[in-house]
């Protein structure tokens, strides 16, 4: 088991360029959460999958931010014409469908000049 | 509105000196709560679950309780290595069949040798 993987580790962008960030959750998992932290603050949820199906989106999504899970495995986050406030850590987790336990991945910590 | 709330926001404790953790919640239906630790710029760390008043969980020196409003993370004669920041996250009932987690916004705990 090798846990949840984030990739890139690090994105610096300047601002309105696009970004992709991706995350491949443990295997067996077919729940997916996408979530953005800001320093000195608790994890955001900003949107989820169950298996390929996008289930919830926070009102934090803005329509810049697109989710996409197609095979119902890994998930990739863009976001459009990037500004300044979306600098922030962006965390994935995934669960089990019968256990509520979320375990994150590393992260992606985005810096928008 | 759903809301986790922590206390304090930042504890300095001598190696060896015992204290707990708050998280107090408000939430409109409880499916459980969770205990993350933190270390900085990695995500967080599962450290328990509890779905009921009453239920208490324990690992090393962490002693984790919940009540019907709070839950208290225990710490007993920490360590160094203990430092970290520790999160609350309950899981409220919210949307379809999906559920949200909510996070409070951590308590960055500090252990001198």
């Known amino acids: 088991d090798t846990g949840v993987s984030q990739d890139p580790r690090h994105k610096i962008t300047k601002r309105g360029q696009n970004v992709t960030f991706r995350c491949d959750p443990i295997?067996?998992?077919?729940?997916l959460y996408w979530y953005r932290q800001t320093l000195g603050q608790g994890p955001e949820f900003l949107t989820y999958?169950?298996?390929?199906?996008?289930?919830?989106k926070s009102r934090l999504l803005s329509d810049r931010f697109s989710a996409e899970r197609p095979k119902g495995s890994f998930s990739t986050l863009e976001i459009q014409r990037t500004e300044q406030g979306d600098s922030a850590m962006y965390l994935c987790?995934?669960?089990?469908?019968?256990?509520?336990?979320?375990?994150f991945g590393p992260g992606t910590r985005l810096l928008v000049l | 509105e759903d809301q986790v709330t922590q206390s304090p926001e930042a504890l300095r404790l001598q190696e060896g000196e015992s204290s707990s953790l708050n998280c107090s919640y408000t939430?409109?239906?409880?499916?459980?709560l969770f205990w993350y630790r933190q270390d900085p710029g990695k995500g967080p760390e599962f450290l328990f679950t509890?779905?009921?008043a009453g239920e208490e969980k324990e690992k090393e020196r962490l002693k984790a309780t919940l009540t019907k409003k709070e839950s208290f993370l225990h710490i007993t004669a920490p360590k160094p290595e203990d430092s970290a920041t520790y999160l609350c996250?309950?899981?409220?009932?919210?949307?379809?069949?999906?559920?949200?987690?909510?996070f409070g916004s951590g308590t960055r705990l500090s252990i001198r040798p």
């Open positions: 987790a995934s669960s089990f469908h019968s256990q509520e336990t979320q375990y």
């Open positions: 996250a309950v899981l409220a009932v919210g949307g379809s069949s999906a559920s949200k987690i909510i």
């Open positions: 999958f169950q298996n390929e199906a996008q289930l919830e």
């Open positions: 295997s067996e998992h077919n729940r």
């Open positions: 939430v409109s239906g409880l499916r459980g």
């Open positions: 509890l779905y009921s």
